[in-house]
């Protein structure tokens, strides 16, 4: 059973300029995988799951800047799964976040792919998993197959278990 992944995240920032930041790019993976996509702050988490099982996805994340200029709505995209109830305090609104992803991931565990720092520092990122370890339903929602529920982090394997999004805060 492989336990990680090579893993490729090339992309810019393509709009640069407030109030509406942009950057795209492509995730390429070594082998088949399932995403879980997660914004994860202090006490909550948001989670949405891609229904894309290629090779490569489109990767979006935008900032989108609110009433006040250090208030802000982050929002990623992988594939066809997005989150976007994310809203956060920046403590410099003219600092865009970087790209940090790692050349190999571990499946099964969260790796952080941006970070904002502000109120509440949030991490952005993904769980991958094999895509031979995961059902599809009739809906295009996809689970865990029975006995492989262990290679999830333990924090992320009811959100992998459970439907197409979801906020931890909302229960």
Known sequence: METNVDVELDGRWTARDRPNRRWQGMLRTSSPVAVLIAAVSPGRVV???????????????????????????????????????????????????????????????????FRTEGAPATALGLVLLPRSSVRVGRTGVWRPRSGFEHQISLEFAAFANGGRTGDSRRG
Do not use: N
């Open 47 to 113: 989670w949405a799951k891609s229904a894309s099982y290629s090779l490569e996805r489109h990767v979006v994340f935008d900032v989108h800047e609110l009433r006040a200029p250090t208030s802000a709505q982050l929002i990623l995209h992988v594939g066809g799964g997005w989150i976007q109830d994310v809203i956060v305090e920046l403590e410099d609104p003219d600092t865009l976040p970087e790209c940090h992803a790692p050349m190999t991931m571990t499946l099964g565990s969260f790796q952080k792919i």
